[in-house]
């Protein structure tokens, strides 16, 4: 019994989704409509496109896109719409330009730098390890021997 409530409390929420319907000219137009809502970020949601988000803003902007699918806008003039008034925000790609150049590039420069740090690490564990005493590279003359030798006799005393 118990197992019924949850079950009927958890699916319940979903006849609260909000569903929009519109007219469409074409079969065309509906799938410009539903390819862009779904490339268009919520500028409210954290990471939700305006095709999946029940915001207000998105409604709006479902509204909006309707709208200009409709009147016959093309592709790019919607999205320079879209991102003349909501910022770059709005693109889930935005495009390469002075702002989003660390955005695009970013991960592959911090990839490099990472690669740089591990070849560093392990030079210098291979440097540590060929100066590390009794390695067998290392030849000292007479005199060296003689200091070293009366240097750790010293100690001894």
């Given at each position: ?28 137009d ?88 591990i ?37 001894t005393?």
């Open positions: 019994m118990r197992f019924l409530a949850l079950l009927s409390l958890l699916f319940s929420t979903i006849s609260f989704a909000a569903i929009d319907t519109y007219e469409f000219k074409s079969s065309v509906e799938k410009r409509f539903h390819d862009l809502a779904a490339e268009l970020r919520c500028p409210k949601c954290q990471n939700q496109n305006i095709a999946d988000s029940d915001s207000p803003i998105a409604k709006d902007l479902r509204r909006e896109l309707y709208r200009m699918v409709d009147s016959g806008a093309q592709d790019t003039e919607v999205i320079d719409f879209m991102v003349t008034r909501y910022g770059d925000f709005v693109l889930y790609r935005p495009k390469v330009n002075s702002q989003t150049w660390f955005l695009w590039y970013g991960p592959y420069l911090l990839l490099g730098v990472g690669l740089l740090v070849l560093l690490i392990v030079y210098l564990r291979k440097a540590n390890r060929r100066a590390q005493p009794g390695a067998k590279d290392i030849e000292l003359t007479e005199q060296e021997r003689a200091r070293l030798d009366a240097l750790l006799n010293k100690d005393k």
